[in-house]
């Protein structure tokens, strides 16, 4: 392989020899590693003026719905259980605050690196009901398949998931759709997909977006001279008018993708709608338990019920991640919402837009000074 | 959230095993990844081995990876209370 500055530079060069003398380009990126890998290296700052990088909806935390996280919070406050989460959504702000300020008023809120870990809990502690907050995309899921058939074979009554998991691919397909009909609606030239998600549903998954929206989708990896590559691909794909799918990253990703996962995942789960922050209801985005797996449903068990979804007055989070608007576009951006005082989940998350723009990119905004923060690191 | 990072899988007893990251040991489940053995290179998400590369790609996927992960986590501060389950409830 060639060394990777040289990569970059072709790469580039690639680019730019696409996009010469032709239309303006917007493609999207929908993993949150993808956003924190592009802002890292500054790739916005390299691209040709007319080729747009849009972050969209591709961090687990910030797309989950805001009922969601009010309803992992309630869950968390029930007599007698004890709530495990991952990192990354123990700050995200819900109506009645986050889990971790809930684990302030003595919430059992428990931090883990595995679902297996919080079927762990529940057969080490079988006095508490042991609540697993289920988020992530196709990732993630098939740990939560897993864990709820670990904890059957182990005969656990006291393990259950309060389960936000979602689709990838149907959320895509919402955001061609919409920019289709709607005359403010984003026009999406391509898509950058996501390595990891694409290692398990693999390549073929994004077909019905190449042949039934014309949408170019290129898997790519996370060093920048793959993603420059990524960009350079659509753009010749675009400009020549050819909807492909094209597997860039091909040391992981398979074009059936891990059949194993995809078992286990349909074992445990069915499609069905669901809502996105920002997004609204998505047809088939959701991973709900199959009906023969109720019992692991916390709703269920606790007689949850969503609260009404709203969301934090003046964040833009769901535009940002729709790619609607930047993150500068959010009056509150660099003011009162830093990855300090977060206000909205777009800046809790580390792979979040507006926590990105404000490690990596804060200079592209002047007019908005940032405040100092002891610890911030703009 | 979706980042996966590859790591030497060094024990493996049943489905569940133990993979060498960085010299840290990682408990890690194999059951996605069947017929996975010692001496094989995973991709690890969430405690699941989710993929198996082979050990070129995984020293040239490692570094970014790495860099990744370590950039996320610094923006992060919450980690896992414990990776197993030794904390009380
Ligand atoms: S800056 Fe904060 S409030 Fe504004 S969109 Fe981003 S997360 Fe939401």
């Known amino acids: ?378 | 959230m979706c980042l996966a990072v590859p790591a030497l899988l060094v024990e493996l007893n049943g489905e569940e095993g133990l993979a060498d990251l960085h010299g840290n040991r990682l408990p890690v489940n194999t059951q996605l990844v069947p017929g996975a053995r010692p001496g094989d290179w995973l991709l690890i998400h969430a405690g699941f081995a989710i993929g198996r590369l082979d050990e070129e790609e995984a020293r040239e996927t490692f570094a970014v990876l790495a860099e990744l992960q370590a950039a996320q986590r610094a923006a992060a501060p919450e980690q896992a209370d414990s990776a197993r389950q030794e904390a009380p409830p």
């Open chain 1, 1 to 378: 392989m060639n060394p990777p500055e040289h990569d970059v530079r072709k790469s580039l060069e690639r680019l730019a020899a696409a996009t010469k003398g032709g239309r303006e380009l917007a493609f999207m990126e929908v993993c949150g590693t993808h956003t924190t890998a592009a802002f890292r290296c500054g790739l916005p700052s390299v691209l040709p003026r007319h080729v747009k990088l849009i972050s969209g909806p591709g961090c687990p935390v910030c797309v989950t719905a805001q009922q969601d996280i009010d309803l992992l919070v309630e869950a968390a406050g029930r007599q007698g259980v004890t709530l495990c989460t991952y990192g990354d959504m123990i700050r995200v702000p819900g109506r009645r605050g986050s889990l971790q300020e809930a684990r302030g008023r003595g919430a059992r809120v428990h931090v883990v690196y595995s679902a297996m870990d919080a079927v762990a809990l529940a057969q080490a502690h079988v006095d508490r009901q042991v609540v697993f907050a289920a988020v992530g995309f196709e990732t993630t899921a098939p740990a939560t398949a897993a864990a709820v058939q670990a904890a059957r074979r182990r005969g656990l009554t006291n393990f259950t998931v309060l389960n936000s998991h979602k689709r990838i691919v149907p959320a895509m397909q919402a955001l061609l759709e919409r920019g289709a009909k709607m005359k403010d609606g984003l026009g999406i030239d391509g898509f950058v997909c996501p390595g990891h998600v694409s290692v398990i549903i693999g390549a073929r998954a994004y077909l019905p977006l190449a042949r039934d929206y014309a949408a170019p989708c290129v898997i790519s990896g996370f060093e920048p001279w793959q993603m420059i590559s990524a960009l350079a691909r659509l753009a010749e794909l675009a400009q020549s008018g050819r909807a492909e799918v094209i597997n860039e990253y091909p040391e992981v990703v398979s074009p059936d993708g891990n059949r194993a996962a995809q078992k286990l995942l349909d074992e445990v789960f069915q499609p069905a709608e669901t809502r996105w922050r920002g997004l609204g209801l998505i047809a088939q985005s959701a991973w709900v338990l199959r009906p023969a797996w109720r019992e692991f449903d916390a709703q269920v068990r606790f007689g949850l019920t969503p609260p009404e979804d709203c969301e934090p007055k003046a964040c833009l989070c769901g535009k940002v991640i729709s790619g609607l608007a930047l993150p500068t576009d959010c009056s509150l951006f660099g003011r009162s919402c830093t990855p300090l005082q977060p206000v909205g989940p777009c800046m809790v998350s580390s792979e979040g837009t507006c926590a990105a723009w404000f490690k990596y990119s804060w200079r592209q905004a002047p007019h908005r000074p940032l405040p100092i923060l002891a610890g911030a690191s703009p």
